[in-house]
RNA sequence: GUGUCCAUAGUUCAGUUGGUUAGAACGCCAGGUUGUGGCCCUGGAGGUCGUGGGUUCAAGUCCCACUGGACACCCCA
């Protein structure tokens, strides 16, 4: 090493994911994307950035993520960017400027995409992750809700994961939500003394939070709280009513819990949350709800969506706490071993051959020895090795040695392809 | 943004009241007779002890700052 040697590392709060793990996003990100074709929802790309004030209109500028989360820069137009902290606002933006609901009454579509928060890392959190989700716009029905909480959860499902809870919650609309805060606060206010300071702050900004503050005492404060739940207006109460009903139809168990907040202001009936036991603090899978203000907002014509969004490490995560095993398949079927030159001149030609007959395979290409091209062959796990040197090439043949049974024998080049194609057929049989 | 703990080979860790050339396991590489993996045996490579200051005759070990990590708060996926 000489020289002053600058280390470069990756930025706080982002991680890579290795070739030893790729794999396993590459099954979950399949799951998803099967899932949601059953339910027919279509995939949905948005850029990584827009223009910083659809994400302050679309979520809230009072929201922590708008106030103090948001990678936000300025391009060498002057304009101010920000990289996308969730989806919901991106689609929205696409759906109203693309005219997509004037093709059809409603439009489903889902993500899987990477995106960005500055906050502090800690379990199941980092600055950049990855979300999928699904949203459904054009309907107000609570049967659309219920097929998106129900989308949510197939995932969970087609994954094999356990001990998941569904919770699920009414945040109002306009037309309600505004009185019964007022009731709330003036609940709060006769307690505000003995608030923690955090839910003191609170009480003006966001009277909801204090519902869901960790603080003992809070907690015990807010027990008999007057809950949104109770104070619904016809329409919400109808609508909640109607959801519950269409989850009951669909056999899942959840339930209702009055203090789900979301943390967006988009949010109108209903909230909902998938829990975990499994994940540290951090304990939600994904939550979601319907938003039927925010096309408007944005400027689009009055049109109601619903959906949700997950995020996908805390899904891996929970997966490795739960030991559900997700094998790599990426392996070659077979290794080309060569004892001498002649031999790692044919085996180059050789692999792309295979390779070109639809056979993963593998060869040396670090010039070692044989002993060393059998280990390597048996760390990647392949199936067959192929040894072939100047002796064999001679009789047009080549040793093939099945790694599992140690057995081995000759093979005619002529037909290689054909041959291997065959084995990999019964060893795929036998697997 | 706040708090607590942490930072030694590729990885997981040990490193005695500060005291000579910093260790182990696993992994990696090479051998164990001719051209054949796994198990076993032998040998080898690999660390300016996160970075920068300071205290000391002497610092991986003590102090400070910075950077990064883990976890929690806030909040959220």
């Known amino acids: 090493m000489h020289g002053a040697v600058l280390k470069f590392k990756s930025i706080k709060g982002t991680r890579d994911i290795l070739p030893d793990e790729s794999h396993r996003w590459q099954y979950v990100e399949q799951a998803i994307r099967s899932v949601m074709h059953r339910f027919n929802y279509k995939e949905i790309r948005t850029p990584v950035f827009e223009e910083t004030s659809l994400f302050a209109r679309g979520i809230g500028e009072l929201t922590d993520i708008v106030g103090k989360e948001m990678y936000t820069f300025i391009d060498r137009s ?10 919901t606002a991106s689609v929205m933006r696409a759906y109203i400027q693309n005219n997509l609901g004037e093709q059809q009454p409603l439009v489903k579509v889902y993500y899987l995409s990477p995106m960005f928060r500055q906050e502090r890392p800690q379990a199941g959190r980092l600055r950049q ?41 009414s945040v ?53 709280a007057p809950l949104m739940l109770d104070h619904l207006c016809k329409e919400c109460a109808a609508h909640f009513n109607e959801l519950q009903d269409s989850l009951r139809l669909l056999h899942r168990t959840f339930t209702v819990d009055g203090r789900i907040v979301r943390g967006l202001d988009y949010y109108t009936k209903t909230a909902f949350e998938i829990i975990s036991s499994d994940l540290g603090s951090q304990d939600a899978l994904a939550g979601g709800g319907r938003y039927d203000k925010l096309v408007e907002e944005l400027g689009g014509k009055p049109t109601p969506s619903v959906g949700f969004a997950a995020g996908i490490e805390r899904l891996l995560m929970v997966m490795e706490h739960q030991q559900i095993a997700i094998d790599n398949d990426i392996h070659p079927d077979v290794f080309i071993a060569a004892p001498d030159d002649e031999g790692r001149r044919w085996a180059l030609a050789a692999a792309m051959t295979l390779r070109h007959a639809g056979i993963p395979c593998e060869i040396d290409l ?8 059998m280990r390597e062959a048996d760390r990647q796990h392949a199936r067959f090795v192929l040894v072939a040197g100047a002796s064999e090439l001679q009789q047009n043949a080549a040793q093939l040695k099945d790694m599992r049974t140690g057995e081995q024998r000759t093979l005619t080049l002529s037909n290689l392809p054909v041959e291997l194609k065959e084995l990999q057929r019964d060893s795929g049989k036998t697997q």
């Open 172 to 224: 109002g609309c306009p037309e309600c939500r505004p009185h019964y805060k007022e009731i709330l606060k003036e609940y709060l206010g006769k307690v505000y003394d003995k608030l923690s300071p955090e839910s003191q702050r609170r009480l003006e900004q966001n009277p909801l939070r204090i519902l869901d503050s960790k603080d003992e005492k809070d907690r015990e404060l807010t027990r008999d």
């Open 366 to 373: 670090l010039d070692r020895s044989l002993k060393a091209q």
């Open 78 to 87: 002057e304009t101010s960017l920000t990289l996308k902290p969730e989806m």
């Open 129 to 169: 992750f990855h979300q999928y989700g699904a949203e459904a716009t054009g309907g107000t029905s609570a049967r659309i809700d219920a097929e998106i909480i129900a989308l949510a959860m197939e995932v969970y499902e087609a994954l094999g994961i356990k001990n998941i809870e569904l919770r699920i919650n």
